[in-house]
């Protein structure tokens, strides 16, 4: 006969039905999948804003803190959702899913790195570009008045 202490509380088969089990078969790889479309779907829009904004040439003066670091900003808030399902999922033993997720999660940090790093003009400063120390082929004369072009008049002595 057992003694009561030494059994664990409840019968056999609540004790095995109160644990979660792995998912099995295809679900987790195929949720892993669903779930990556899903977020390329929704994060198109960004993405694309953020690929016209950087690969574009600029329009002129910087516009300020937006202008440099909007990109950087949109992906590291877009890397927060599946940084957060990576968690969830993990946590109840989805591997396959969770883990497509951490490298969608890693893939935006390290795009929003990059877009950190990137060279911009400084914001907070508005210099004008300084001026080509080279100087002009014909020298610093006069403007030709013979109707010439410059390189003529240049060595003609004006």
Do not use: K, Y
């Amino acid at each position: 006969m057992t003694r009561p202490e030494s059994r664990p509380p409840g019968r056999p088969d609540e004790r095995t039905a109160s644990r979660p089990s792995a998912p099995g078969g295809c679900a987790d790889p195929l949720l892993g999948l669903v779930l990556v479309l899903a977020e390329l779907t929704l994060g198109a829009l960004p993405l694309l804003v953020v690929a016209v904004t950087t690969l574009s040439p600029p329009h002129g003066p910087s516009r300020g803190f937006v202008d440099s670091w909007g990109p950087t900003l949109v992906l590291a808030a877009l890397a927060v959702i599946p940084a957060g399902l990576a968690v969830a999922l993990l946590r109840n033993r989805w591997r396959w899913a969770g883990g497509a997720q951490v490298l969608v999660a890693v893939a935006l940090c390290a795009a929003a790195l990059a877009a950190a790093v990137q060279e911009r003009p400084d914001p907070w400063t508005d210099r004008a570009p300084a001026p080509s120390a080279t100087p002009s082929p014909a020298g610093d004369s006069p403007p030709c008045r013979s109707g010439g072009d410059s390189g003529e008049c240049a060595r003609s002595g004006g």
